[in-house]
């Protein structure tokens, strides 16, 4: 078996928005927000569950799943693998509007839901250790939460550094999950005889996916590796620019060499800028 990274937009989509598996979301939404007993999730709906994607018309899009219990509150997935900037306004928008677009202008104010945000990231946002953070509105005086409508939690993926042999809870089986799933061939006996994770490696696994669904994980994948590479050489070129500059300011005191074996560039670059002179 081949398994797809759940990270890739396709996967996680197909993965935890699928109208035939709920349990496999009800178990991740369970075990993130620590919900347990009677505040345990038992129904969703999704509002934008898995389609088929149109590979003529590929375009990068924003991954969420939009679930509501039984009491009504919203919950809203987010799966995030690039550092955009703004990301912390990006999450106050998107549940904000989940939370206004509830009721129509002119209904009752009470009949707003809480909602809950969860943002699962492939890169580091704040400074707390802990992979996962939650984030509440609280009375700065009397530290309650009195705002109770709005609860954000960010899961740092990079932070999470245990091994498959220390995963002591449902959480963390969830997170090395989606961190690792790739590098399987097969289903790790730590997985076995838990059903929501044994349908979701089945859901991962790509030899089940039709060619439609491979075309368009492989484009999401290559677009990604082209940003990064196109990232890296912005940089690159922006680091050999400065240097450049350090460079031609030391020409009139300091030896061709010397230059070179400082600023970190070639004798032809330095050569070079003799001529520019």
């Known amino acids: 078996m081949k398994f797809a990274d759940p990270k890739n937009d396709l996967a996680f989509k197909k993965i935890f928005g699928n109208e035939n598996k709920k349990e496999i979301l009800i178990s991740f939404l369970n075990s993130v927000l620590d919900f347990k007993d009677e505040k345990s999730i038992v129904f969703v709906t999704l509002d934008n569950p898995y389609?088929?994607?149109d590979i003529k018309e590929l375009k990068e899009t924003i991954l969420d799943i939009k679930a509501t219990n039984k009491n009504g509150?919203?919950?809203?997935v987010e799966m995030q693998k690039k550092d955009l900037s703004n990301f912390d306004?990006?999450?106050?928008?998107?549940?904000?509007k989940a939370y206004v677009s509830q009721?129509?202008?002119?209904?009752?104010?009470k009949?707003?839901?809480?909602?809950?945000?969860?943002?699962i990231l492939n890169f580091n946002m704040f400074e707390n250790k802990n992979y996962i953070s939650r984030h509440l509105i609280i009375n700065q005086e009397t530290t309650t939460q009195d705002l109770k409508d709005f609860e954000f939690t960010f899961i740092e993926l990079k932070k999470f550094n245990k091994k498959i042999e220390d995963l002591d809870s449902?959480?963390?089986?969830?997170?090395?999950?989606?961190?690792?799933?790739?590098?399987?061939?097969?289903?790790?006996k730590e997985y076995e005889n838990i059903k929501e994770f044994q349908e979701a490696f089945q859901i991962a696994n790509k030899f089940s996916w039709n060619k439609k669904e491979l075309e368009y994980y492989d484009s999401?994948?290559?677009?990604?590796?082209?940003?990064?590479?196109?990232?890296?050489?912005?940089?690159?070129?922006?680091?050999?620019?400065?240097?450049?500059?350090?460079?031609?300011?030391l020409l009139d005191i300091l030896d061709i060499k010397t230059i070179a074996l400082k600023t970190g560039l070639s004798i032809k670059d330095?050569?070079?800028l003799t001529k520019q002179k």
Do not use: C, H
């Open 51 to 53: 389609q088929l994607p």
């Open 73 to 76: 509150d919203k919950f809203i």
């Open 89 to 96: 306004k990006r999450s106050l928008y998107y549940t904000s």
């Open 103 to 109: 009721i129509d202008k002119g209904e009752d104010v």
């Open 111 to 119: 009949n707003l839901k809480k909602v809950y945000y969860i943002a």
């Open 170 to 188: 449902t959480i963390d089986k969830w997170i090395y999950f989606i961190n690792n799933a790739s590098n399987f061939e097969l289903i790790p």
């Open 220 to 249: 999401m994948d290559l677009k990604q590796a082209d940003d990064k590479n196109a990232l890296e050489t912005a940089v690159k070129k922006g680091i050999k620019k400065e240097k450049l500059e350090i460079a031609k300011n």
């Open 270 to 272: 330095v050569t070079n």
